[in-house]
């Protein structure tokens, strides 16, 4: 695929893509598959489902003497998803104590103002590093999806899809290590596990040895609900999302929830961890081959186009989506000597040493 096409083709993901109708893709899901039904996962806790675009969109709630929602979807996820759900189980959004946005993205904080305009006393939290992204729209757009836009000329387009919801301010933050009180016998810790964002928070029930980690792990790219993939990898901080994996690999967990992979158990958790750090290989493979073999250096747009030769099942109009990770490579590629950033024209490109 020539630069172009490439950039054309973001233009095309951003447009049919990060954000699409929740709705409209309902269909595609294998038949008897329950979508607004919350799923008990084990005594109070449920898992909330809906679709974004082919892609599965997961939240949870934990329902004892307080009420916490893990993620609120996008805009649109309260009304259609979350509070059909809840009546379900007999409670109303006011009810909810404390909705936990698990990081800054559209398809998790979305639903932050629709909550908030129907339960204006539910709290509204999130991580400390993920708080500003989180609390605008515009900001999420210009710092977190287009960072890269002036001087590397890859991004996606410059205003906030109405997915991503309305601005709205956080109640409180978290730094990790907080524990929320349920039930006055159960309780969740509040791990930070930065790498996908600075500031993305997991829910470790230690007393059920299950985690719900959202976003915080990739394995090789984001599925389709229906199976194959849908996205590559987005983790950004490639030594925090080691060390966030080490610190999942040892949390004694038998099942991991996270809001677009299919529910893990046993060995499936390690395997997903031991395919996430063999990507993390990949990528630093791949990233210092392709420029040893160009001495003119490649730019960001020509280094995803190599990363998704190494991984084929990637949809070709999401590979833009890999900008994240190509760039935390480099980073740390940098810091480490062994390629060098060229600022002399735009977009800039990368040498090896
Ligand atoms: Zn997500």
């Not at 996606?156 to 919801?165: L, R």
Request: glycine share 8%.
């Amino acid at each position: 695929m020539r630069r172009r096409d490439l950039l054309e083709g973001s233009v095309a993901a951003a447009a049919a893509g990060v954000f699409p109708d929740t709705l409209s893709h309902r269909s595609s899901l294998p038949p008897g598959t329950p979508i607004g039904e919350p799923v008990e996962l084990y005594p109070e806790a449920y898992q909330i489902r809906s679709l974004l675009g082919k892609r599965n969109l997961l939240q949870y709630l934990l329902v004892g003497d307080a009420v916490v929602l893990f993620d609120t979807g996008i805009a649109l996820t309260p009304q259609t998803t979350i509070f059909p759900c809840m009546k379900k189980l007999g409670l109303r959004p006011e009810q909810i104590t404390l909705a936990v946005n698990s990081h800054a993205d559209g398809d998790h904080q979305g639903g932050n103002f629709a909550l908030k305009q129907a339960s204006p006393r539910t709290l509204l939290a999130c991580g400390v590093g993920d708080q500003a992204m989180i609390e605008d729209p515009q900001v999420l757009w210009d710092f977190r999806y287009n960072f890269l836009q002036s001087d590397y000329g890859v991004g996606i387009e410059p205003t906030p899809s109405p997915d991503a919801g309305k601005a709205q301010k956080i109640d409180l933050c978290f730094l990790g290590n907080e524990r929320i009180r349920v039930r006055k016998d159960w309780e969740v810790e509040v791990l930070h596990v930065p790498g996908h964002s600075r500031g993305q928070l997991t829910f470790y029930d230690r007393q059920h040895r299950t985690a719900f980690v959202a976003d915080a792990v990739h394995g090789r790219g984001c599925p389709k609900a229906a199976g194959g993939m849908a996205l590559p990898v987005t983790y950004y901080y490639v030594d925090v999302y080691l060390s966030t994996l080490n610190l999942l690999a040892n949390l004694e967990i038998d099942t991991l929830y996270t809001a677009h992979w299919p529910i893990m158990r046993g060995g499936e958790i390690q395997d997903f961890l031991a395919a996430s750090r063999q990507t993390v290989q990949i990528f630093d493979e791949v990233l210092l081959a392709s420029l040893r073999r160009q001495a003119s250096g490649l730019t960001m747009a020509e280094l995803i186009e190599a990363i998704g030769g190494a991984f084929s099942d990637w949809p070709k109009d999401t590979l833009i989506f890999s900008m994240f990770s190509v760039k935390g490579h480099l980073d740390r590629l940098e810091e480490w000597g062994k390629v060098r950033l060229v600022r002399d024209t735009r977009p800039f490109r990368w040498i090896a040493a």
